[in-house]
């Protein structure tokens, strides 16, 4: 893990799967040793991702928004790189306007160990790369 350096690490500690062949292995490890175990890996991980993140201060990122904070004008987000719901996610502050599925300009002013923090520039105007229906276009 020091040498990896990973930005993101999913991890679970081994159970019993109904059928699988690993449920017959002798010499399971204790559940307190797994614990010890995962707990260990993500201590390290935690710490890994936070100098990761904490290099991104300064950047600016393009985020889309997923969900409104409790602190008004305040939007939460995640960049290009995060899967909604299992990566960190990017806290934007906002002048209100930004809404759920904005692609907004975020420069980013502080991090912690998974989530970025940042005050929105702009948004960012796109458009999907589908082409038109035309009436010239052939069936």
Aim: proline fraction near 4%.
């Amino acid at each position: 893990m020091k040498e990896a350096r990973l930005e993101r690490v999913g991890a679970f500690r081994y159970s019993e799967v109904k059928s699988a062949h690993a449920n017959t292995l002798p010499d399971h490890i204790p559940e307190e040793i797994k614990e010890e175990r995962y707990d260990r890996l993500m201590r390290l991980q935690q710490a890994i991702s936070a100098e990761i993140l904490k290099g991104k201060m300064g950047q600016e990122l393009e985020v889309i928004i997923d969900d409104y904070s409790d602190i008004p004008g305040e939007v939460i987000g995640r960049s290009h790189y995060d899967a909604p719901g299992i990566d960190g996610k990017v806290y934007v502050s906002s002048d209100g306007s930004a809404k759920i599925g904005d692609i907004v300009k975020v420069k980013i002013h502080s991090a912690d160990s998974y989530d970025l923090y940042g005050d929105m520039l702009s948004s960012v105007k796109w458009q999907p790369n589908v082409p038109l229906w035309t009436s010239e276009m052939k069936h």
